[in-house]
């Protein structure tokens, strides 16, 4: 998987958040996207998935055989787990992960309870989610993505409410599930982004 970013540019009326960036990411490697709050890190990953558009410049995804995927399929090979998104908090945690992998899919030979088991919520498998504290709801935020059959993650402060079990947990899942995966963060905590190889400080791109 290859995501070519190509002279890119972003405003909110008249101001521009950033122009001019040029970056090429390609799986497995990790890379972080750090910079202040403010500073576009959010914006440019919400780009990266299609879900916000761009004022100037090109975003190119290609997959294997560097066969283009055209920007409105890109959702089929992306998961975004960010604090900013909701969970269906009226299914409990076994219906909402049985919906998501009928829209989505697991990594093969996953199965939910194993799933269940990696986060450590065995016994709130039956439990709708808007009885979760806010750390569990980010470890099942974190789960959704991590786990999905796509080849690219996309992670927006990926730590947010998690206690150290829950920042040992993140680790544990970037290190055992996401081998052979495009990782972006963004985030401007390094322990988000320790296992990063390469980091793009947003702020050079004003």
Not at 37 to 66: A, H, M, P, R
Not at 138 to 162: G, M, Y
Not at 179 to 205: A, H, R, T
Request: aromatic share 12%.
């Amino acid at each position: 998987m290859k995501i070519k970013l190509t002279n890119l540019g972003k405003r909110y009326n008249r101001d521009w958040v950033f122009r001019k960036l040029e970056y090429e990411f390609l799986a497995p490697k990790k890379y972080a996207i750090t910079g202040p709050n403010g500073s576009g890190k959010s914006t440019l990953l919400q780009i990266i998935s299609g879900g916000v558009f761009f004022n100037e410049g090109d975003i190119q995804y290609s997959g294997k055989n560097n066969k283009i995927i055209a920007s409105e399929k890109i959702y089929r090979h992306i998961s975004l787990a960010a604090p900013y998104l909701e969970l269906i908090e009226e299914m409990t945690l076994l219906e909402f992960f049985a919906f998501h992998q009928k829209m989505k899919g697991w990594l093969e030979n996953i199965t939910v309870q194993q799933i269940i088991g990696e986060l450590k919520l065995e016994d709130a498998a039956n439990k709708q989610i808007r009885y979760f504290s806010s750390g569990m709801k980010q470890r099942v935020k974190l789960a959704q993505a991590i786990f999905s059959n796509v080849p690219v993650i996309l992670l927006d402060e990926p730590l947010t409410n998690l206690d150290d079990a829950g920042i040992i947990l993140y680790h544990s899942l970037i290190s055992n599930f996401c081998m052979n995966k495009m990782v972006i963060v963004s985030s401007n905590d390094p322990k988000e982004y320790s296992f990063c190889q390469e980091e793009i400080d947003i702020k050079l791109y004003k």
